[in-house]
């Protein structure tokens, strides 16, 4: 019985050991902040850099009232691209950004299927940019 005792024993104390690490090493994560983040440095920047290289012919406007709400959990950004020719009655669609709470970052419009473009882990605007430019090419087209 005693050597039952003492293996149960060894066992609690492994898994006291085991366990301790990992509750140390866990940190919130604040999952607002870092949404906010990554629409700043990724998206807002990429609309920026866009809106500045097509500005002859495209009218790229974005609208990060949504984002400036710090008390949203998952912020979003909305954004519109039109021809210039249209200033006077935009004819093109206003894109939601968002972020689901599994960090992937999606962008939708009405009557348009949400394309992921992103993960909020990921710093990289390579697929966010691609969206774009089908968005910017699109509306150069007038379609």
């Known amino acids: 019985m005693s050597k039952f005792t003492e293996a149960l024993e060894r066992g609690k104390q492994a898994d006291g050991r085991q366990s301790a690490p990992a509750k ?15 629409l700043n440095d990724v998206a807002v920047a990429a609309l920026e850099a ?6 002859e012919d495209v009218t790229v406007d ?3 009232e949504p984002l400036r709400q710090d008390e949203a959990l998952a912020p979003t950004v909305r954004f519109q691209i039109y021809r210039n020719a249209e200033v006077q009655a935009p004819a093109g669609r206003t894109f939601t950004i968002s972020v689901a709470v599994s960090g992937e970052v999606s ?5 348009v299927v949400a394309e992921s473009v992103g993960n909020i882990a990921d710093m990289s605007d390579e ?8 968005q910017i090419e699109a509306a150069a087209k007038g379609s």
């Open 24 to 38: 140390e090493q866990v940190a919130p994560v604040d999952f607002g902040a870092q949404a906010r983040a990554w």
């Open 127 to 134: 697929r966010f940019r691609s969206f774009i430019a089908k």
């Open 50 to 55: 866009a809106k500045a290289e097509v500005a």
């Open 107 to 111: 962008v939708s419009a009405p009557g």
């Open 62 to 64: 974005v609208d990060t």
